[in-house]
């Protein structure tokens, strides 16, 4: 595949773009969770409940998404992955019952599930090994702005045409999306399709998931992800809960935390880029940045003690940049010591395995929560979180050795 720097960077600029409607579509229902609860009559074991099955629809479709990723190429899996979790984000404006929210929060979860290894492909595919960094810190960096615009933007629409109405215009978005993604992409080959040398679909991923690294990263994923859907499905709540912060009033703080998100996706992504091109190893570029990331979360717990919601603010958006820099690295890894072939089932296998951690995560929090314990325990998890999982990554590869000098025994 050869493609112009200018097609590169628009086709890169569609696919931040992708990852942004991708997180404010989930989080809608995180951001207006008081203004819904309160017309549905919801409770916080509900709502709880409702995370859980976002997260096993997402779960489950990872096992699915990667390998259709693989199968379908970059190219076909951004566009039909954002039209169809587009469509499942609107048929919310139309549920009323608690069993509708489930079968649409569980066709959310599934259809999202394309998202990620879709995008972690797209970024191998383009970008030469020492640019991938870069573009994962971007990518995450842009998934965070997201996470900044939708508590400034949902509660608006929210109060000007009703919170269903905040389901159905991101969904329209989404569509518009695909129809530009398909316009950019016109006449591209990007040569990512999964190779017919493996034979079929069952022995590939017998052979893949036979590899020690796919479950390196499983068990990361796991440790990792649960810490941030913690933060993504109930962060506004903690706020409301703590500071009795509500509708437009969740807006600048949680804007203001996701910042942080968004600022420990570029540093990491550019520290990592400049590190690799100095002559640092991938091992301890890689190694060196997730332990960064992983201090940074271990202060979470101060938020429960704090005066006033700004110092708590800080917290949150040291905790989420720590979450990013880990992420970035951990997605650097992947595409580091997979074949490009692969990375597709490779990611959503690992994010399958993370939005299990998330599955629990999120039903443990409205359990915890419902039986008076607070936030004490769960933020108690997440400071330690990350470190155990830099902890199994040095136990199961003590050296991360690049897919390059790989490829012969793992291909």
Same mark, same amino acid.
């Given at each position: #595949?050869? *493609?112009?720097?200018?097609?590169?960077?628009?086709?890169?600029? *569609?696919?931040?773009?992708?990852?942004?409607?991708?997180?404010?579509?989930?989080?809608?229902? +995180?951001?207006?969770?008081?203004?819904?609860?309160?017309?549905?009559?919801? +409770?916080?074991?509900?709502?709880?409940?409702?995370? %859980?099955?976002? @997260?096993?629809?997402?779960?489950?479709?990872?096992?699915?998404?990667?390998?259709?990723?693989?199968?379908?190429?970059?190219?076909?899996?951004?566009?039909?992955? =954002?039209?169809?979790?587009?469509?499942?984000? #609107?048929?919310?404006? /139309?549920?009323?019952?608690?069993? @509708?929210?489930?079968?649409?929060?569980?066709?959310?979860?599934?259809?999202?599930?394309?998202?990620?290894?879709?995008?972690?492909?797209?970024?191998?595919?383009?970008?030469? &090994?020492?640019?991938?960094?870069?573009?994962?810190?971007?990518?995450?960096?842009?998934?965070?702005?997201?996470?900044?615009?939708?508590?400034?933007?949902?509660?608006?629409?929210?109060?000007?045409?009703? /919170?269903?109405?905040?389901?159905?215009?991101?969904? !329209?978005?989404?569509?518009?999306? !695909?129809?530009?993604?398909?316009?950019?992409?016109?006449?591209?080959?990007?040569?990512?399709?999964?190779?017919?040398?493996?034979?079929?679909?069952?022995?590939?991923?017998?052979?893949?998931?036979?590899?020690?690294?796919? /479950?390196?990263? %499983?068990?990361?994923?796991?440790?990792?992800?649960?810490?941030?859907?913690?933060?993504?499905?109930?962060?506004?709540?903690?706020?409301?809960?703590?500071?009795?912060?509500?509708?437009?009033?969740?807006?600048?703080?949680?804007?203001? %935390?996701?910042?942080?998100?968004?600022?420990?996706?570029?540093?990491?992504?550019?520290?990592?880029?400049?590190?690799?091109? +100095?002559?640092?190893?991938?091992?301890?570029?890689?190694?060196?940045?997730?332990?960064?990331?992983?201090?940074? !979360?271990?202060?979470?717990?101060?938020?429960?003690?704090?005066?006033?919601?700004? &110092?708590?603010?800080?917290?949150?958006?040291?905790?989420?940049?720590?979450?990013?820099?880990?992420?970035?690295?951990?997605?650097?890894?992947?595409?580091?010591?997979?074949?490009?072939?692969?990375?597709?089932? =490779?990611?959503?296998?690992?994010?399958?395995?993370?939005?299990?951690?998330?599955?629990?995560?999120?039903?443990?929090?409205?359990?915890?929560?419902?039986?008076?314990?607070?936030?004490? &325990?769960?933020?108690?998890?997440?400071?330690?979180?990350?470190?155990?999982?830099?902890? /199994?990554? @040095?136990?199961?590869?003590?050296?991360?050795?690049? %897919?390059?000098?790989?490829?012969?025994?793992?291909?």
């Amino acid at each position: #595949m050869t *493609l112009s720097p200018r097609r590169r960077w628009l086709l890169f600029a *569609l696919a931040l773009t992708a990852g942004v409607l991708n997180l404010v579509d989930r989080q809608i229902i +995180s951001v207006l969770k008081p203004t819904i609860a309160a017309d549905l009559g919801w +409770s916080d074991d509900d709502y709880g409940t409702l995370a %859980a099955w976002f @997260q096993a629809g997402a779960a489950f479709g990872f096992l699915a998404a990667g390998w259709l990723v693989d199968r379908l190429g970059a190219k076909w899996a951004n566009a039909a992955g =954002v039209a169809a979790w587009s469509l499942a984000a #609107m048929t919310h404006g /139309w549920a009323h019952s608690f069993s @509708q929210f489930v079968l649409c929060r569980v066709g959310l979860g599934a259809t999202e599930s394309m998202g990620t290894p879709a995008g972690v492909k797209t970024i191998a595919t383009i970008f030469p &090994p020492n640019l991938r960094s870069l573009g994962f810190g971007l990518s995450n960096a842009m998934n965070s702005l997201g996470a900044i615009l939708a508590p400034l933007a949902i509660p608006v629409v929210a109060a000007v045409w009703g /919170w269903r109405a905040a389901f159905v215009l991101a969904g !329209v978005v989404g569509l518009f999306w !695909v129809a530009a993604w398909l316009l950019a992409s016109r006449g591209v080959d990007f040569g990512d399709r999964q190779p017919t040398v493996e034979g079929n679909l069952v022995s590939g991923d017998k052979l893949f998931l036979k590899e020690g690294r796919t /479950w390196t990263i %499983a068990l990361a994923k796991v440790l990792s992800d649960a810490t941030w859907w913690l933060m993504l499905f109930w962060m506004p709540d903690y706020f409301n809960r703590q500071f009795g912060l509500s509708g437009t009033e969740l807006g600048p703080p949680l804007a203001l %935390a996701y910042c942080g998100s968004a600022a420990g996706s570029l540093i990491s992504g550019f520290a990592a880029n400049r590190l690799l091109s +100095s002559g640092w190893s991938a091992n301890r570029t890689r190694k060196t940045l997730m332990l960064i990331s992983a201090l940074c !979360v271990v202060p979470v717990p101060l938020a429960l003690h704090v005066e006033g919601y700004w &110092p708590a603010v800080g917290l949150m958006a040291l905790t989420l940049a720590g979450h990013q820099g880990f992420s970035t690295n951990l997605f650097g890894l992947i595409a580091d010591v997979t074949p490009r072939h692969k990375v597709g089932r =490779v990611t959503g296998f690992g994010a399958f395995c993370g939005n299990l951690g998330g599955t629990a995560i999120s039903k443990i929090a409205g359990l915890v929560l419902a039986a008076g314990l607070g936030y004490g &325990p769960l933020f108690g998890f997440a400071a330690v979180s990350y470190l155990l999982a830099l902890g /199994w990554i @040095q136990l199961t590869m003590p050296r991360i050795v690049p %897919a390059e000098d790989t490829t012969s025994s793992h291909a």
